[in-house]
């Protein structure tokens, strides 16, 4: 009888192929009984527990020299078991393990082959070939083998993550070290791997490019940059900001990139701690992990490069960047997007919510909001925004200006900004959100009652009657049906979690922070713009202007991460502004008249 071959090992990087394969295809071979004959090699190198859709597509076995002529892999074996023509009656495995480490899957490929007249066998079990043999105890025998089978993967699964989780909490690294550490080796504690040269590491800063890390976070949350932004500010002196060398050294591109830059700001090794499990590498292609499945040590490890409060600060993916052109000098007759606007970017029309955007008319800066009619005619605030909202930049820097001089830099600042909140906490927060709340809390409880009545339809015995390929498709069905109504409740609740926190009322937050910026005495006015714009971009300017008013709310935020940096940005500020105050080497003019007394 001409019977087919099948096989598998588990990843390439846990067991050997060269090795497995061919003793499983002994062991087969050695239990066959008399007459027949193997035909065909089908043999995959991957893991058992991938679902039956993506099995047998892995091409692993090319890295290695197996000695067994190969005809495909599982796919190609349940393909081939539908054709008339095909080369095999039967099918056997060293164990029914090796075709599959999940239950229900090992069942479906036992299944389809069934229904197809090719019987599945397996080396370790009785081989039966009277068609009147009785059946019940094999099939019993080979549903526990199956069952302990899949229970054994998922225990070690459990204790490899323990150790993973022990690992990390007594400060080992896993994997490279990140850009701006270097591994600091010790001898594995096992004897046996410490005899074939195997070691364990912890971070150590590295002195040639630790300060880069430290920088970029400083640029992230100090001036905004975006991703690109710092790469183009770090490829400009690539000596002292040495770009991060790849595993492989023909894939290095030798300058700074974007999604460099992103790696280092989302690692949180950075502040110290070791953290394990950000990134889903088998199961989700490598993609992030939710925050809450991260696998924090208990207390820090390793030297941080950068503080929790100034990781924290640069984190949010979705936090605005500037958004700025490069700046370009102003010329006369140049169009809008060639001048330079002391303004662009900080300044919002408070109707709208849209930055306003610089406008040139007759010699001098404007800032205007003008909605267009066919993008924005159905929004809530278009028949109340006027068709055009300017306000000259003259007179809104003549605003900020004061709005530093006085309120962040002033000598009364303090008592302004206790009394700025004491009306901001006694003034009405808004519109009422309650009914808003209610309604999405109501169909998040509703999404999860239609879960349990889905999986109340998937425990009914009632499903497991008849066809199996139907059940499972039903099966298959509710679990489709209960993941979109989980993801659909999750952006519910998320939704929720941002109306709360939006309608909850703000803290005063830290006021002695304010004191953490020097004191100054100077005319704002005086400073060269492009330093206007670096204090802008420090402090966080925020300015919303209402055309129906003419009323200007100014904002600026003082982070306790970066405050020795604001603090030093003020002063080069102040110490700019007094130079032009008094240039160096002009003295006061006296009168003439006066002499010394005689």
């Not at 192929?17 to 008399?34: D, G, M, Y």
């Not at 999750?490 to 020097?518: C, K, M, S």
Request: hydrophobic residues 35%; contains cysteine.
């Amino acid at each position: 009888m001409p019977v087919a071959w099948l096989g598998r090992t588990s990843t390439e990087d846990t067991q050997d192929p060269t090795l497995s394969l061919p003793r499983q295809l002994r062991n087969a071979r050695a239990a066959l009984p008399p007459g027949w004959v193997i035909v065909a090699h089908f043999y995959d190198v991957e893991s058992g527990r991938k679902d039956l859709d993506a099995r047998g597509h892995s091409r692993a076995h090319e890295r290695f020299n197996i000695s067994i002529p190969r005809d495909g892999g599982i796919a190609d074996l349940l393909e081939e078991a539908k054709a008339p023509d095909r080369r095999f009656a039967a099918v056997i495995c060293e164990s029914i393990e090796r075709v599959a480490r999940r239950t229900y899957f090992g069942t479906k490929i036992e299944y389809q082959l069934e229904q197809s007249g090719v019987a599945l066998c397996a080396a370790d079990e009785p081989i039966l070939t009277d068609a009147r043999a009785k059946r019940a105890t094999p099939t019993l025998t080979r549903r526990v083998k199956q069952a302990v089978s899949e229970w054994y993967v998922l225990q070690m699964l459990e204790l490899s993550w323990d150790g993973f989780i022990q690992h990390i909490e007594q400060g080992w690294n896993i994997g490279k070290p990140p850009y701006g550490y270097v591994a600091e080796r010790v001898p594995h504690p096992v004897p046996a791997k410490r005899e074939q040269g195997l070691t364990k590491h912890r971070l150590r800063p590295d002195p040639a490019c630790a300060h880069v890390v430290t920088e970029i976070f400083r640029m992230r949350v100090l001036f905004r940059f975006s991703y690109a932004r710092i790469a183009a500010e770090l490829n400009k002196d690539l000596l002292t900001y040495p770009p991060p060398r790849p595993n492989r050294a023909d894939t290095a591109k030798r300058r700074w990139t974007a999604s460099a830059v992103r790696s280092i700001l989302e690692n949180p090794k950075y502040t110290g701690y070791q953290v394990w499990n950000r990134k889903a590498r088998k199961k989700r292609g490598n993609r992030a992990n939710p925050v809450s499945e991260w696998v924090w040590s208990p207390r820090p490890t390793h030297e941080p490069l950068v503080t929790p409060e100034l990781f924290d600060a640069a984190w949010p993916a979705a936090s605005a960047h500037p958004g700025i052109r490069k700046e370009r000098a102003a010329r006369a007759d140049a169009a809008s997007a060639d001048r330079f606007y002391v303004l662009r970017s900080y300044l919002v029309c408070a109707l709208c919510d849209h930055r306003m955007y610089g406008k040139d008319s007759k010699g001098r800066s404007y800032y205007a909001c003008q909605p267009k009619k066919d993008q924005h005619q159905d929004s809530d605030w278009y028949a109340s925004h006027p068709k055009a909202i300017w306000i000259s930049e003259r007179a809104m820097l003549e605003a900020i200006h004061t709005f530093f001089e006085d309120r962040v830099f002033g000598p009364e600042r303090r008592q302004l900004l206790e009394a700025a909140l004491t009306e901001t906490a006694t003034a009405a927060t808004g519109p009422d959100r309650s009914a808003d709340i209610q309604r999405l809390q109501a169909e998040a409880d509703s999404l999860a009652r239609r879960k349990e009545l889905l999986l109340d339809q998937l425990a009914s015995p009632d499903g497991d009657d008849g066809d199996p390929e139907t059940a499972a498709e039903f099966r298959r069905g509710i679990r489709k049906r209960f993941d979109a109504m989980e993801h659909e409740r999750r952006a519910v609740l998320a939704q929720l979690e941002t109306l709360r926190t939006e309608t909850a009322p703000a803290g005063p937050g830290d006021l002695d922070l304010i004191e953490a910026i020097p004191q100054l005495s100077f005319r704002f006015a005086h400073l060269p713009d492009t330093l206007k714009r670096e204090v802008f971009d420090a402090f966080r300017l925020r300015v919303r202007y209402d055309g129906r008013d003419r009323g200007v709310q100014l904002q600026a935020t003082i982070m306790g991460a970066v405050a020795p940096e604001l603090a030093r940005i003020g002063e080069r500020a102040g110490t700019a502004a007094r130079a032009v105050d008094q240039p160096i080497g002009e003295r006061p003019r006296q009168d003439s008249n006066l002499r010394p007394s005689a």
